[in-house]
Nanobody, 120 residues
Framework: QVQLVESGGGLVQAGGSLRLSCAVS????????MYWYRQAPGKQRSLVAI???????SYEDSVKGRFTISRDNAKNTVNLQMNRLKAEDTAVYYC??????????????WGQGTQVTVSS
């Protein structure tokens, strides 16, 4: 089992910055990929960024050059630095991790989400 707790959301003006953090606990040795997703009102949850076990990163097009995903294996956290925020970045942000186990295979675990609101 893996538990995820996000923090760092809030209200910010357009052009500002926020840093989201996700604390990971439990069977962390089984984790390989880590993600940030977001869900805006009336929309489906969508992938924002991914970081693999080898720290290879990938981003959704609209956040490239503005957002940076990172992982701190010593602190068991995955972070999302968000710069030059826009009103359209307003959403609930979720962290997620993939955990591999010999019998059950891969399981994706989710945090509870943290609200990010960007005022224009």
């Amino acid at each position: 089992q893996v538990q995820l707790v996000e923090s760092g959301g809030g209200l910010v003006q357009a052009g500002g910055s926020l840093r989201l953090s996700c604390a990971v606990s439990g069977n962390i040795e089984s984790i390989y990929a880590m993600y940030w997703y977001r869900q805006a009102p009336g929309k489906q949850r969508s992938l924002v960024a991914i970081i693999t076990g080898d720290s290879v990163t990938s981003y959704e097009d609209s956040v490239k050059g503005r957002f940076t995903i990172s992982r701190d294996n010593a602190k068991n956290t995955v972070n999302l630095q968000m710069n030059r925020l826009k009103a359209e970045d307003t959403a609930v942000y979720y962290c997620a991790v993939d955990s591999a186990a010999p019998i059950t295979g891969t399981t994706r675990y989710w945090g509870q989400g943290t609200q990010v609101t960007v005022s224009s």
